[in-house]
């Protein structure tokens, strides 16, 4: 009997953790600054240039993405790459170049419903608000759109940081994003954002993710939650590291689907100084490409399983 699948293609409007470098988190012994907590987030923008990269640089990551069915994984994919990372101070996109990828979906060809996600890599270094739109918005425009609100100072790896606690204004057509964002005390730059989609109780909200989906397919969004990280390398602060975690539930009576998904990735930085050289025209990675679909010849060896650890210790 021929199985029936229907696809569904994803692909997250913004992108894609708590890193060892920001695992130990303690009370911090400063005071907010007696300004509007808004006043301070303009401040990290307009330093931009003074904290972070000008010029464009090259850096190898590793990435992993999983998706999981009802608390199932259904597919594994993770790449080892090279990103001509951008200047932040331009509208260049960040290139990313595959080094080698490997993967396994056991649920291919038995699950009704085909799962992919489009972008991979690229996705993930979406998440990197200082050299993207901040949260669906331009940062001159912050207070249109978000409310800002200082919470306790912290000390992360000796280092101080502000908290400030932001989110969207209601009402509001788009479902925007609540979370926190860190800013070291002395530069005023971002070393961590933590947020989450106003997905809940918006039945529109999978307009933000869903790339294509059969007409018969009913989504919900449970939850979209994401972090990204920012490391001081050489008295500059550097995309480290992003996660992101979409949970949706699928049903449709004419396929017989009625399951909850979980899309996860996961990205960090493995060297920070990398040689940069001319890629093959096939291994530069599109947003539109899909990782489980590439293949590139590499080395199978535990290289991978080191990766991994790697990975572990920085997003405790």
């Not at 005071?31 to 972070?52: E, G, H, I, M, Q």
């Not at 409310?147 to 100072?153: C, G, I, M, V």
């Not at 949706?248 to 909850?260: G, L, P, T, V």
């Not at 998904?261 to 996961?266: A, D, F, R, T």
């Amino acid at each position: 009997m021929k199985t029936t699948l229907s696809t569904l293609a994803i692909a997250f409007t913004l992108a894609a953790i708590t890193p060892a470098a920001m695992a130990q988190t303690k009370t911090a012994p400063l005071s907010n600054p007696k300004y509007d907590a808004t006043l301070l987030v303009r401040s990290a923008f307009r330093n931009l240039d003074k904290n972070y990269c000008t010029t464009s640089n090259f850096v190898s990551a590793y990435y992993k993405e999983t998706i999981t069915k009802d608390n199932k994984a259904i597919s594994l994919n993770e790449a080892i790459l090279d990103i001509n990372k951008a200047s932040y101070m331009n509208a260049k996109n960040d290139q990313v170049i595959i080094k080698n990828v490997r993967g396994s979906n056991p649920a291919l060809g038995i699950d009704p419903l085909l799962v992919k996600l489009q972008g991979g890599p690229n996705t993930a270094l979406k998440l990197d608000i200082m050299k993207y739109p901040f949260l669906g918005c331009d940062s001159d425009n912050l207070t249109e759109y978000y409310t800002f609100e200082y919470e306790a100072p912290v000390n992360i790896d000796n280092k101080l940081f502000y908290v400030v606690r932001f989110d969207q204004k209601y009402p509001a057509d788009d479902a925007l994003f609540r979370g926190k964002m860190y800013i070291e005390a002395n530069s005023f730059a971002i070393g961590k954002v933590e947020f989450a989609m106003n997905v809940e109780r918006r039945g529109d909200a999978y307009l933000n993710f869903i790339k294509d989906k059969p007409s018969h397919l009913r989504i919900a969004v449970k939850s979209a939650n994401y972090t990204v990280g920012y490391k001081e390398y050489e008295g500059k602060w550097y995309y480290d590291y992003s996660r992101s975690d979409v949970k949706f539930a699928a049903s449709s009576k004419k396929r017989s689907i009625n399951s909850e998904y979980m899309v996860s990735s996961k990205m960090v930085i493995t060297d920070f100084n990398c040689k940069g050289y001319v890629a093959d025209k096939g291994s530069i990675m599109k947003s539109t490409d899909i990782l489980a679909e590439k293949k590139v010849a590499g080395d199978d060896s535990l290289i991978w399983e080191l990766y991994d650890e790697l990975m572990l210790l920085a997003l405790l």
